[in-house]
């Protein structure tokens, strides 16, 4: 068992983004880091893997085709509180409003395409440790 603000033994990654690339690369580099990694194509995938077994956290793209990142997330905070599932968006828009509608529906963190992989890295293990919430924020 951890302690506050140490990672799991063996975290689980859930990655949702329909571009085929952005999941690989996220997968080896997580996966390399010593992650457990699951990826999928779009939302309703992401909410299917996630009743089907626990994650510590998600990475979610929030332009996806069907059902896009924020409607996935809306329907994630149904039944995972953002202390109990951490979800960390991000997307290439420049769109205000989609932060401000993110941390609305609980999204733990936002961070804009493109973003280094030591920022992504920093915020997946900050929020594995210890998950806020973006809403506090913002």
């Known amino acids: 068992m951890s302690t506050p603000g140490e990672l799991p033994a063996k ?3 859930l990655i949702a983004d329909d571009d085929a690339s952005n999941r690989e690369v996220l997968t080896y580099y997580l996966r390399r880091q010593g992650f457990d990694v699951h990826a999928v194509a779009d939302g309703e995938l992401a909410l299917d893997a996630i009743a089907a077994r626990q994650f510590s956290l998600v990475l979610l793209d929030v332009v996806m085709p069907g059902l896009d990142g924020l409607e996935a997330l809306r329907r994630i905070r149904v039944t995972h509180a953002a202390s109990e599932l ?16 993110a941390g609305e529906l609980g999204a733990n963190a936002w961070l804009a395409k493109p973003y280094q992989l030591a920022d992504l890295l920093a915020a997946v293990r900050g929020q594995i440790a210890s998950p806020t919430v973006l809403a506090r924020t913002v």
């Open 11 to 13: 975290a689980s990654i």
């Open 86 to 101: 951490p979800v960390i968006l991000f997307t290439g828009l420049d769109a205000p409003d989609a932060l401000v509608t």
